[in-house]
């Protein structure tokens, strides 16, 4: 599923080559002491209320789209590495993924059909079905600052 030139665990940990990937946030994983802020900030970012003791009451729930998970014994970034050549876009039957401005992967809500197969394609893992939408990162919705980015004391996110 990963490149050529990279084998599966290390595509699949963002940790690729500069042909597959173009991760628009750098994750410095010495940096990082998972304490799950970024994932807090971002769930906080897009939820309805924007108040953290109101979002918990909130249906659906926010979903954070990045996650620092462990595995083989590291530290991993779980996010949208905008590809230069995206497979959730190729796949997508409804052409609700965009690829912008040959930078950004954007997923059109009001077209996304719901079926997932961007999810399977995916070769990260970093889009998930938050009821029957797909969603990823989506860069803030354009903002200067990343709330992952701003919420993270330690510098293990910079954004390029």
């Given at each position: 599923?990963?490149?050529?030139?990279?084998?599966?665990?290390?595509?699949?940990?963002?940790?690729?080559?500069?042909?597959?990937i173009?991760?628009l946030?750098?994750?410095?994983?010495?940096?990082?002491?998972a304490?799950?802020?970024?994932?807090?900030?971002?769930?906080?970012?897009?939820?309805?209320?924007?108040?953290?003791?109101?979002?918990?009451?909130?249906?659906?729930?926010?979903?954070s789209?990045?996650?620092?998970?462990?595995?083989?014994?590291?530290?991993?970034?779980?996010?949208?590495?905008?590809?230069?050549?995206?497979?959730?876009?190729?796949?997508?039957?409804?052409?609700?993924?965009?690829?912008?401005?040959?930078?950004?992967?954007?997923?059109?809500?009001?077209?996304?059909?719901?079926?997932?197969?961007?999810?399977?394609?995916?070769?990260?893992?970093?889009?998930?079905?938050?009821?029957?939408?797909?969603?990823?990162?989506?860069?803030?919705?354009?903002?200067?600052?990343?709330?992952?980015?701003?919420?993270?004391?330690?510098?293990?996110?910079?954004?390029?």
């Amino acid at each position: 599923m990963g490149c050529l030139d990279c084998d599966e665990l290390q595509f699949h940990y963002s940790e690729g080559c500069d042909a597959c990937i173009d991760s628009l946030v750098l994750y410095v994983p010495k940096n990082c002491m998972a304490c799950k802020s970024c994932e807090l900030a971002c769930a906080l970012r897009h939820s309805t209320t924007g108040d953290i003791n109101a979002a918990i009451c909130e249906y659906p729930h926010p979903l954070s789209r990045l996650t620092i998970e462990q595995g083989d014994g590291n530290l991993h970034l779980i996010t949208c590495h905008h590809c230069k050549r995206p497979k959730c876009v190729e796949v997508c039957q409804a052409n609700a993924i965009e690829k912008n401005d040959d930078i950004t992967v954007t997923i059109k809500n009001e077209r996304c059909i719901g079926c997932g197969e961007c999810v399977e394609a995916c070769p990260f893992g970093a889009i998930q079905m938050h009821g029957h939408e797909a969603v990823k990162c989506d860069l803030c919705d354009g903002a200067a600052e990343l709330s992952c980015v701003l919420a993270c004391k330690c510098g293990a996110l910079i954004y390029r």
